[in-house]
């Protein structure tokens, strides 16, 4: 499947709208087909990679993995100052994160976020744990983005009736994703994280969080 192709289809609501699509509509519309794009393709001359992920192997252009089968739905979080259209929108001639991974035969969804919330960090200044580097993810300036990844995990379940998830977070996304999977040990939804440039470690200074 070409990934041109594969853009226009993930991208029919961003094409018609001039709004963001729910969650549910992507979900949606990636359980009507879209999933489907890349491992029938791959399957002619693959080879099943002796992993445990049971990914499929072919070689395009040096390689590619596929999705396994039943793999669960990615859920993208955003970046700090990202937009969730970041993930889903092309930039200038290249394919966006979701689409890669749809063409792929991923179903891949983004954490609803507009830009504009990023701005509810500021909230954090207001508190005395900021200035004592003692944040916690349920404060003020990052409560927000926590319960909004709880929110869309549950609604994004709710639809396709499966019991996991698998983050993929970018950049702030990454350790945000930490902080919620952190302060909820009993929530076993979250079958895998990857990180995209996540800054884990704090080499000398201070910590961005204040936490």
Not at 10 to 20: P, Q, R, V
Not at 179 to 198: K, N
Not at 202 to 211: A, F, H, L, Q, W
Request: include cysteine.
């Amino acid at each position: 499947q070409d990934e041109g192709n594969a853009k226009q289809d993930i991208d029919l609501d961003f094409a018609s709208k001039n709004k963001l699509p729910s969650v549910e509509s992507e979900l949606r519309e990636l359980n009507d087909g879209i999933s489907k794009i890349a491992p029938s393709e791959a399957k002619e001359g693959a080879t099943r990679l002796n992993n445990a992920s049971g990914c499929l192997w072919k070689d395009v252009d040096g390689g590619r993995v596929y999705s396994p089968d039943k793999f669960p739905v990615i859920l993208v979080l955003p970046g700090f100052g990202n937009d969730q259209s970041d993930y889903v929108e092309m930039i200038g001639s290249q394919i966006s994160l979701t689409g890669a991974l749809t063409a792929r035969g991923f179903r891949a969804t983004v954490l609803p976020i507009e830009r504009v919330e990023w701005f509810n960090v500021a909230r954090g200044l207001l508190s005395l744990d900021f200035w004592r580097s003692k944040s916690l993810p349920s404060g003020p300036g990052y409560s927000w983005y926590i319960n909004r990844i709880n929110e869309t995990i549950t609604e994004l379940l709710s639809h396709i009736e499966e019991e996991h998830v698998v983050l993929v977070a970018h950049s702030a996304g990454g350790w945000l994703a930490r902080a919620y999977l952190s302060e909820r040990p009993e929530d076993h939804r979250v079958s895998a994280l990857v990180t995209l440039g996540t800054p884990h470690q704090n080499e000398g200074g201070t910590d961005v969080t204040r936490g």
